[in-house]
C-alpha cells in the first residue's frame, strides 16, 4: 500500500473535486482519466448546484426525494455537508477569479426544486456566472453545452484548481482504469495499461453507464435508451466495484428526457421548456421564454404524456418506458414529435451535448430548425393524414388527437395529461414537421452503494477498505432526482471522502 497516495478514477467534476479537495487535505493524488480530454458529462450539465441553508430541512427533502431507497445517516451526511458548499465554492473562484451567483430557490422566477416537498425552500441554488480573462469558446472548443455556459464555467474552475495544484495531483488522460487491486480485504490501488499503481486509497469518479448498451438494457425499463456526446461512461466502476465485492443501488433510475436520434446515434434531447412546480399557485414568468409548439403522440396517433413536465428534462423519459402487453411491443418507442410553422419559428427543437475532443462535426442545432429539416431528422407533411401516413396510424385518430388537444386542452385545459395551460400553444399551422422521439439518459443514478462516508459497502453493509464513490458513480438518487444535485454530490463527495481518510490518520 503506497500511504498516502490517493487514486481517483475520472476527471469530471466528482474527480476533479475529490483531487483537489484531497490535496489541500496533504494527500498526493493521481488522477485517471481514461478519455483524451476532461470534462465527462459534468462540462455538459447545466452547471447548476445547491447548498443548504437548513440542514435539518434538507434532510426531510432529501428523505422525500429517496423514499426509502438511502439510508437516513447518509442523507443527514449529505445534507449537513451541503452547507458547506458555498464557502468552498468561494475559496475555489478565487483561483481565476470566478463570479458565482447564490440566490434563494424562492426569490427568483427559476424554479429550482420541482417538488413541493417539506424542506424545499431550504436551499440556497449557485451558478457560476462569469469567468474573467478567458476565452472559453476557445479554451473548450469540442464542447456543446446546450444553451448556457454555466456547466463550462463550474468545470473550467474547477480544471483551473488542479491546474493550480499540480505539484500534489498528477493528471494521467488516456488511461482507463481497467481494475481495481484488492489485497486481504483492501483496496490498494488499480490496474491500468501501464501496470499496476498501489494507493493509500481509491476513489471511483468514473460516471455512470450512459454509454453501455448492454448495462442499460439489464437495468432500465425501456428500450433502446440514447445517451448524448460523450462516449466515456460505460460503467467501468461499477463493474470494478462489483469485482471487488460491492452491493450495487439505484441501477433503474436515471436523469433523462425526450430526444432526438443524431444520424451517428447519440441523443439530442427535446427543447423541454422552463421547469415549473406543480403546487406553486403562480406560475414563474420565465415560462415564457419558449412557447412550445409540439405534441408527442405514440404509434397509435394518441398523446400519452405531458410534454411539459414540471423536470421534463429529468423525467420526460419515464412515461415511453411503457411495454404493452396488449400490443406485444413498446407503443411509445419511438414516438413521434409533431410541430408545426409556429413551432419550426419558434426557436430550436433540441439542444445539443457534447464533450469530444475526437469529433470530427461538433453538431450544432440551427436556430430556425432548417438544418434539422433539410437533413432529414424532421419529415415535412402539408396534412394530418400524410403525418397519420408515415407514423403507420389510423388518420382519423391522429385528426381526433389534434382537434381535442387544439380545441380542448388549450382552451379549457389538458385535464387529460396535466400540461399547464402556460405552455399549451396549438399545433395547427401547417405544414407540419415530425421526428421520432426516444428515451434519453442524461446520467444514470445507479452503481456501487455507499455509506455515510462515501465508502463502498458489501451485500452486507461492510466497508470495502481503501474503496470510495463520488458524482454520479452510485449516487445517492434512488426514487426521484433533486434538480442541481447531482452536481452537488460531487462536492460533498469530495468532502466526505477527505473528511474520512484524514480521521483514519
Ligand atoms: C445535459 C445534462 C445537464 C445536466 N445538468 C445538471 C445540472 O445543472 N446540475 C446537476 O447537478 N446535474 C446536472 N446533470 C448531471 C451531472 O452533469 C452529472 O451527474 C455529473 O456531472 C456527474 O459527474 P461525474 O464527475 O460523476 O461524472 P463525469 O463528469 O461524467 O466524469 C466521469 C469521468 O470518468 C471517466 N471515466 C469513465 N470510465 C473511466 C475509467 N475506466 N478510467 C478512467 N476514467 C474513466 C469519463 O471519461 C469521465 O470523464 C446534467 C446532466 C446532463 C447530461
Not at 454530490?489 to 480521521?503: N, R
Amino acid at each position: 500500500m503506497n500511504n498516502n497516495h490517493v487514486i481517483v478514477v475520472g476527471y469530471g467534476l466528482a474527480g476533479g473535486l475529490a483531487a483537489i479537495e484531497l490535496a489541500d487535505a496533504g494527500f498526493q493524488v493521481t488522477l485517471l482519466e481514461k478519455m483524451p480530454m476532461p470534462g465527462g458529462i459534468s462540462i455538459m450539465a447545466g452547471g447548476g448546484f445547491k447548498g443548504s441553508k437548513n440542514p435539518k430541512m434538507s434532510f426531510q427533502y432529501l428523505k422525500h426525494m429517496n423514499n426509502g431507497t438511502t439510508p437516513d445517516d447518509v442523507l443527514r451526511a449529505f445534507a449537513n455537508s451541503m452547507s458547506k458548499i458555498p464557502n468552498r465554492v468561494l475559496e475555489l473562484a478565487k483561483t481565476n477569479s470566478s463570479k458565482i451567483d447564490f440566490w434563494d430557490s424562492e426569490d427568483r422566477d427559476a424554479v429550482s426544486n420541482h417538488y413541493g416537498y417539506p424542506g424545499y425552500d431550504s436551499f440556497i441554488q449557485c451558478r457560476i456566472t462569469e469567468t474573467p480573462n478567458v476565452d472559453l469558446a476557445t479554451k473548450w472548443k469540442y464542447v456543446i453545452n446546450g444553451r448556457g455556459w454555466e456547466g463550462i464555467r463550474l468545470f473550467n474552475m474547477i480544471f483551473d484548481n488542479v491546474e493550480a495544484r499540480k505539484d500534489r495531483i498528477t493528471v494521467h488522460f488516456d488511461t482507463p482504469m481497467l481494475g481495481l487491486i484488492k489485497k486481504d480485504d483492501r483496496v490498494e490501488g488499480v490496474h491500468t495499461k501501464f501496470g499496476e499503481h498501489s494507493a493509500e486509497a481509491v476513489v471511483l469518479a468514473c460516471g455512470g453507464f450512459e454509454n453501455n448498451d448492454d448495462m442499460k438494457a439489464q437495468f432500465f425499463q425501456g428500450r433502446p435508451v440514447y445517451a448524448h456526446g460523450h462516449w466515456g461512461n460505460t460503467g467501468d466502476g461499477i463493474k470494478a466495484a462489483q469485482k471487488a465485492g460491492a452491493d450495487v443501488w439505484h441501477m433503474w433510475h436515471y436523469h433523462g428526457s425526450y430526444g432526438f436520434r443524431h444520424p451517428e446515434g447519440f441523443a439530442i434531447r427535446v427543447h423541454g421548456g422552463e421547469a415549473w412546480r406543480p403546487t406553486d399557485p403562480h406560475p414563474p414568468r420565465r415560462h415564457e421564454a419558449k412557447k412550445l409548439y409540439h405534441i408527442v403522440v405514440d404509434k397509435n396517433g394518441r398523446r400519452f404524456m405531458n410534454e411539459h413536465m414540471p423536470y421534463a428534462t429529468d423525467m420526460g423519459h419515464r412515461p415511453m418506458e411503457l411495454w404493452s402487453g396488449e400490443e406485444v411491443r413498446y407503443p411509445r418507442i419511438p414516438a413521434y414529435f409533431i410541430s408545426d410553422e409556429n413551432g419550426r419559428t419558434a426557436g430550436p427543437w433540441g439542444t445539443v451535448r457534447m464533450n469530444d475532443v475526437r469529433a470530427k462535426d461538433i453538431y450544432k442545432w440551427s436556430d430556425d430548425n432548417s438544418k434539422e429539416i433539410e437533413s432529414g431528422m424532421f419529415k415535412k407533411f402539408d396534412s394530418l393524414t400524410d403525418v397519420a401516413e408515415y407514423i403507420g396510424c389510423d388518420p382519423a385518430v391522429l385528426v381526433a388527437t389534434f382537434h381535442k388537444y387544439n380545441n380542448v386542452s388549450c382552451i379549457e385545459g389538458d385535464h387529460e395529461y396535466k400540461r399547464p395551460n402556460f405552455s399549451c400553444f396549438p399545433v395547427k399551422k401547417p405544414p407540419y414537421y415530425v421526428a421520432e422521439v426516444w428515451p434519453v439518459v442524461g446520467n444514470t443514478q445507479g452503481g456501487p452503494r455507499k455509506n455515510k462516508n462515501f465508502q463502498v459497502i458489501d451485500p452486507y453493509g461492510k466497508p470495502i477498505a481503501g474503496l470510495y464513490t463520488s458524482g454520479e458513480c452510485g449516487s445517492i438518487w434512488g426514487h426521484v432526482y433533486m434538480s442541481s444535485g447531482n452536481l452537488s454530490e460531487c462536492f460533498v463527495g469530495a468532502d466526505l471522502i477527505t473528511q474520512h481518510l484524514l480521521s483514519l490518520k
